[in-house]
């Protein structure tokens, strides 16, 4: 079955530190994966799209990595603000041939509370 | 850009009434899709549309129908509500055919079935 694990859960860190959120998958055929930002209330925002020839892509103060060998991702947040407080949610597109639309596979999320 | 809109922001529902939750978006997507979102579950598909006119089932399509009349709509109607249905809905729309097929969200419809 087709899974995305994502650990931890939740996790509190103090503004300015950084730190790494992990992602686990078994989805096959692999297209791509993705980080979203979610902030309470809203919608989930892209951070950043990495397909299977991409070991890592930067946005700003976030940085994904990927492993496609040992289906493992990581997304890591430097010098952490206030606004990072939301869950980060890894997804993992399923690949399908035939031009239907790629299966998106979403991950629980990772809940992240920057506190002052 | 206003992106994706929906309507409303949140609503109560009687179990057993119908609602329709409305989604638009302006960016001329030819997709668009509606997830549930629930505690600690993923995001899950409930239908989407590849294209204006067509429509097809998502992961948990059972109680809930769409219609696609043109690319910036895509109405999901609860034709007879139940308490399971509680839920957080999201609109998402892309464009249809590129390798990213990256979506975009609305700000989420929050309904709550009693």
């Known amino acids: 079955k087709n899974q995305v694990e994502q650990s931890p859960q939740s996790l509190i860190i103090l503004e300015g530190k950084n730190c790494t959120l992990q992602?686990?998958?078994?989805?096959?055929?692999?297209?791509?994966l993705r980080w979203y930002k979610q902030d309470t209330g809203r919608g989930p925002v892209s951070l950043t799209i990495?397909?299977?020839?991409?070991n890592t892509k930067s946005n700003g103060r976030y940085t994904a990595t990927l492993d496609a060998d040992t289906k493992q991702s990581s997304l890591h947040i430097t010098a952490s603000q206030l606004s990072d407080s939301a869950s980060y949610i890894c997804?993992?597109?399923?690949?399908?041939?035939?031009?239907?639309?790629?299966?998106?596979?979403f991950g629980t999320g990772t809940l992240l509370a920057v506190q002052p | 850009t206003a992106g994706i809109t929906q309507a409303p922001t949140s609503q109560i529902l009687a179990a057993g009434r119908s609602m329709t939750l409305r989604c638009t978006q302006d960016?001329?997507?030819?997709?668009m899709y509606w997830y549930r979102q629930d505690l600690g579950l993923g995001l899950r598909l409930i239908h989407y549309?590849?294209?204006?006119?067509?429509?097809g089932k998502g992961e948990v399509p059972d109680g809930y129908s769409v219609s696609r009349a043109n690319t910036d709509d895509f109405p999901l109607t609860l034709a007879s509500a139940v308490p399971s249905q509680t839920s957080v809905y999201f609109c998402?729309?892309?464009?249809?055919?590129?390798?990213?097929?990256?979506?975009?969200f609305g700000p989420g419809t929050r309904l709550t079935v009693l």
């Open positions: 998402a729309s892309s464009d249809y055919g590129t390798g990213y097929n990256e979506q975009f």
């Open positions: 992602c686990n998958y078994t989805v096959s055929p692999f297209s791509n």
């Open positions: 990495m397909t299977f020839s991409e």
């Open positions: 997804v993992v597109s399923e690949k399908n041939y035939g031009g239907a639309t790629n299966k998106l596979i």
């Open positions: 960016m001329r997507h030819n997709a």
């Open positions: 549309s590849n294209t204006a006119g067509t429509t």
